[in-house]
């Protein structure tokens, strides 16, 4: 094969090969940055999901109740307060409220409704992410690493 067509012939993988190049946007690009969390969380958030781990397995069937019927939302307001609403047949159900304060101390959440927890938050989007771990006595007295990972979606 002479000069000329080999550099052809290259010139053309070259091409071939840069047109299959992804330039596929990163996961990470929609993700809130912190600085941004606490206006991106202000509204109302609809629980998608509640998934619950014990020593880094999953409990089956813990999120399986909520329906377009019975769900619950989070609404968190611009002057540090929240309130989170059970709805069952698809009506607010009365005798389940929590309320109280939130503030947020880099990607934590913390809730103050008598007792203080931190809840690792993260905003992709419309989704919500809530992450809740803590190490905990079980009846077999034994520690074991506990992880909650609660999904919402913006309303």
Not at 66 to 90: I, Q, V
Not at 93 to 114: F, M, R, V
Not at 139 to 152: F, G, M
Request: proline share 1%; hydrophobic share 30%.
């Amino acid at each position: 094969m002479n000069k000329k067509n080999l550099l052809w012939l290259l010139s053309l993988l070259m091409i071939v090969q840069v047109s299959f190049v992804s330039c596929n946007k990163d996961d990470d690009d929609d993700v809130v940055p912190v600085a941004e969390l606490k206006t991106s969380l202000i509204g109302v958030w609809k629980e998608i999901s509640d998934v619950w781990y014990v020593d880094g397995k999953e409990i089956k069937g813990e999120s399986d109740y909520y329906t377009d019927e019975e769900y619950y939302t989070e609404e968190f307001k611009s002057d540090g307060t929240y309130l989170g609403l059970h709805y069952e047949n698809g009506k607010e159900d009365t005798s389940y409220k929590t309320h109280g304060t939130w503030k947020l101390e880099g990607d934590k959440l913390i809730y103050d409704d008598d007792v203080q927890w931190p809840v690792q938050v993260t905003i992709k989007g419309n989704t919500l992410i809530m992450t809740e771990e803590s190490i905990e006595t079980g009846n077999d007295n034994k520690e074991h690493k506990i992880k909650n990972v609660r999904t919402y979606t913006k309303q």
